[in-house]
Every structure is written in structure tokens, then in C-alpha cells.
């Protein structure tokens, strides 16, 4: 099947870190750009972190930036994202998508040819 699966969510303590995965299944990830998403119940989609196809550039959302670092291995068909100094605003289910429209690029929805189901960040003490 064509999808995308994350994996690495998990409940940990404020301070803790994290690294989530993003892993291709059925199609190989060289000539997309990956974004991450994070959204909590009943509250807007926020977008978290973009790399583009090469992994060349990237950008991050002002509230995680220092703290999370975007980066991917198309030799693996894998994008990760490393949390650290994590906080407990930083709860929420994070996403995959993939896209070839460039980072810079203002998208919708319909643009990202893949989406992951999520995994659940929960930040705790």
C-alpha cells in the first residue's frame, strides 16, 4: 500500500526528548517534501517543520525552533523529527505529509499527495 506510517510517540516528562518517524511504504520519498503537523482535539492543525526533497533546507514553526530539528535519509525512506527540551504545549498527535511543492510554498490539505495516521506526543509530569 502507498502510505505513511509515524512512529515514536510516547509519553514523557517536560524536558525529555524525542524522535519521531516518518517512513514511506510503496513509494520512495526522493522528490517530495516532508512536513510535519501537530494537532490537539478541537483545536487547528498546526504546522511544526518542513525539509525539502533533498533535505537541503528546512524551516520550523517560531514555538519549537532551537528545540526540534528536522532531517530525513532517502536512503532509508525515512524522515525523523528530533524533540528536545520538550514541553507539555508540545502534547498533541504530530503528522506526516508529503508534498512536491516546496517548503517555502504556501499549501492546503488538497496539496500533499500522503498523509500518516499520527502518533501521540504526550508531554507530562
Known amino acids: 500500500q502507498l502510505q505513511l506510517v509515524e512512529s515514536g510517540g510516547d509519553l514523557v516528562q517536560p524536558g525529555g526528548s524525542l524522535r519521531l518517524s516518518c517512513a514511506a511504504s510503496?513509494?520512495?520519498?526522493?522528490?517530495?517534501?516532508i512536513r510535519w503537523f501537530r494537532q490537539v482535539p478541537w483545536k487547528e492543525r498546526e504546522g511544526v517543520s518542513c525539509?525539502?526533497?533533498?533535505?537541503?533546507?528546512?524551516n520550523y514553526a517560531d514555538s519549537v525552533k532551537g528545540r526540534f530539528t528536522i532531517s530525513r535519509d532517502n536512503a532509508k525512506n525515512t524522515v525523523y523529527l528530533t524533540m528536545n527540551s520538550l514541553k507539555p504545549e508540545d502534547t498533541a498527535v504530530y503528522y506526516c505529509?508529503?508534498?512536491?511543492?516546496?517548503?517555502?510554498?504556501?499549501?492546503?490539505?488538497?496539496?500533499?499527495?500522503?498523509w500518516g495516521k499520527g502518533t501521540l506526543v504526550t508531554v507530562s509530569s
Open positions: 505529509a508529503a508534498t512536491k511543492e516546496y517548503c517555502s510554498a504556501y499549501v492546503g490539505y488538497w496539496d500533499f499527495d500522503y
Open positions: 525539509i525539502s526533497s533533498s533535505g537541503g533546507s528546512s
Open positions: 510503496g513509494f520512495t520519498l526522493d522528490h517530495y517534501s
